[in-house]
C-alpha cells in the first residue's frame, strides 16, 4: 500500500487536474451542483453494483469517480467563497471527533450499540429537533425504512427480542390478508406497507441489510431469466409462446448453475 506521503500527494494532483479542468475543459467549465447532482447518484449506485459483486477493481474505479465529485463540488464552492476542499474535510474531521468522545474523551462504551446512541444523543445536542432529521427525504422508500428504525433504535425506542418483531410481522401479515379478503384497494396499500415495514425491521434484527438483500435477489432472478431467454432462443422459440412448464425446465437448469 501507498505511504501517507504518497496518498497525500495523489490526491493535490487531483486537486491541481480538477482546477485545470474548471478553467480548460468547456464541458467541466458548465458544470453545477445542479448538473452534477444525478451524475453523483448514478455514480453512487454503480460502487453500490460493484461492492455487491465483490468485485474490488471496480469499487477502487468506482470511488475515484465518486470521489472527482467531491472534488468537483468542492472545486465550485470554492469559487464562490462558500467553502473548499478543505473547509468540507475540516468540518468532517470535526464532527467525527465530537461524535466519538468515547475515543477523543473520557466516555466510556461497552459495544456498538452504546455508540450509536451516543451518536444520535449528540446529534439532538447539536441543535436537532429529531433524530430522523437526517434521513434523506429522497432515499428510496426501502432504505429510508432500514434508516428509520435505526435511527430510532439508537435512542431506545426498539422492540427488545427479534422473538417480539416476528410476532409483530405475523400480526401486520394477518391485517393484510384481512384487508385482501375485503377487497379495499387502499387499505391493503397500507397493511402492505406495514408487512414490508415489519419485514426491515426483521432484518435488522437478524443484522441484513434489507437492501443489499433485495438486490442479490434482483441480480439472481435476472441472470436465471436471461438463460431461460437464452435457451428459447436456442430452440427459436419465443417465451411468449412456451408453457409455464416448458420455462421451469431451463429455470430449474438455471437454478444449477
Same mark, same amino acid.
Not at 490526491?11 to 458544470?31: A, G, H, S, V
Not at 465529485?69 to 468540507?88: P, R
Not at 461497552?110 to 445536542?125: A, F, M, S, Y
Given at each position: 500500500?501507498?505511504?501517507?506521503?504518497?496518498?497525500?500527494?495523489?490526491?493535490?494532483?487531483?486537486?491541481?487536474?480538477?482546477?485545470?479542468?474548471?478553467?480548460?475543459?468547456?464541458?467541466?467549465?458548465?458544470?453545477?451542483?445542479?448538473?452534477?447532482?444525478?451524475?453523483?447518484?448514478?455514480?453512487?449506485? =454503480?460502487?453500490?453494483?460493484?461492492? %455487491?459483486?465483490?468485485?474490488? @477493481? /471496480? !469499487?477502487? *474505479?468506482?470511488?475515484?469517480?465518486?470521489?472527482?465529485?467531491?472534488?468537483?463540488?468542492?472545486?465550485?464552492?470554492?469559487?464562490?467563497?462558500?467553502?473548499?476542499?478543505?473547509?468540507?474535510?475540516?468540518?468532517?474531521?470535526?464532527?467525527?471527533?465530537?461524535?466519538?468522545?468515547?475515543?477523543?474523551?473520557?466516555?466510556?462504551?461497552?459495544?456498538?450499540?452504546?455508540?450509536?446512541?451516543?451518536?444520535?444523543?449528540?446529534?439532538?445536542?447539536?441543535?436537532?429537533?429529531?433524530?430522523?432529521?437526517?434521513?434523506?427525504?429522497?432515499?428510496?422508500?426501502?432504505?429510508?425504512?432500514?434508516?428509520?428504525?435505526?435511527?430510532?433504535?439508537?435512542?431506545?425506542?426498539?422492540?427488545?427480542?427479534?422473538?417480539?418483531?416476528? =410476532?409483530?410481522?405475523?400480526?401486520? %401479515?394477518?391485517?393484510?390478508? @384481512? /384487508? !385482501?379478503? *375485503?377487497?379495499?384497494?387502499?387499505?391493503?396499500?397500507?397493511?402492505?406497507?406495514?408487512?414490508?415495514?415489519?419485514?426491515?425491521?426483521?432484518?435488522?434484527?437478524?443484522?441484513?441489510?434489507?437492501?443489499?438483500?433485495?438486490?442479490?435477489?434482483?441480480?439472481?432472478?435476472?441472470?436465471?431469466?436471461?438463460?431461460?431467454?437464452?435457451?428459447?432462443?436456442?430452440?427459436?422459440?419465443?417465451?411468449?409462446?412456451?408453457?409455464?412448464?416448458?420455462?421451469?425446465?431451463?429455470?430449474?437448469?438455471?437454478?444449477?448453475?
Amino acid at each position: 500500500m501507498n505511504s501517507r506521503k504518497a496518498q497525500v500527494a495523489a490526491f493535490d494532483r487531483l486537486l491541481t487536474i480538477m482546477d485545470e479542468l474548471r478553467e480548460q475543459c468547456p464541458w467541466d467549465k458548465k458544470q453545477t451542483m445542479q448538473t452534477l447532482r444525478h451524475l453523483t447518484i448514478e455514480e453512487t449506485y =454503480e460502487l453500490g453494483d460493484a461492492i %455487491l459483486e465483490n468485485d474490488l @477493481e /471496480e !469499487v477502487k *474505479k468506482e470511488l475515484g469517480d465518486l470521489l472527482l465529485h467531491i472534488v468537483f463540488y468542492a472545486k465550485i464552492g470554492s469559487e464562490t467563497n462558500d467553502f473548499d476542499i478543505a473547509d468540507v474535510a475540516n468540518e468532517i474531521c470535526e464532527k467525527l471527533i465530537s461524535r466519538h468522545p468515547h475515543i477523543y474523551s473520557d466516555v466510556e462504551v461497552h459495544d456498538e450499540e452504546d455508540v450509536k446512541r451516543n451518536w444520535e444523543n449528540l446529534k439532538l445536542k447539536e441543535g436537532k429537533k429529531s433524530v430522523l432529521e437526517g434521513v434523506p427525504k429522497s432515499l428510496p422508500a426501502l432504505v429510508k425504512a432500514n434508516r428509520i428504525q435505526d435511527k430510532v433504535a439508537g435512542v431506545g425506542f426498539d422492540w427488545e427480542e427479534p422473538t417480539q418483531v416476528w =410476532e409483530k410481522l405475523q400480526e401486520e %401479515l394477518s391485517e393484510f390478508q @384481512e /384487508e !385482501v379478503a *375485503k377487497g379495499n384497494q387502499q387499505a391493503m396499500e397500507a397493511e402492505f406497507g406495514d408487512v414490508l415495514f415489519s419485514m426491515i425491521n426483521y432484518a435488522r434484527f437478524l443484522k441484513i441489510d434489507p437492501e443489499n438483500a433485495l438486490e442479490r435477489t434482483n441480480k439472481k432472478f435476472i441472470k436465471r431469466f436471461q438463460y431461460l431467454e437464452q435457451k428459447a432462443a436456442g430452440l427459436n422459440k419465443k417465451l411468449a409462446d412456451m408453457t409455464l412448464a416448458e420455462m421451469d425446465v431451463f429455470w430449474e437448469e438455471a437454478k444449477k448453475l
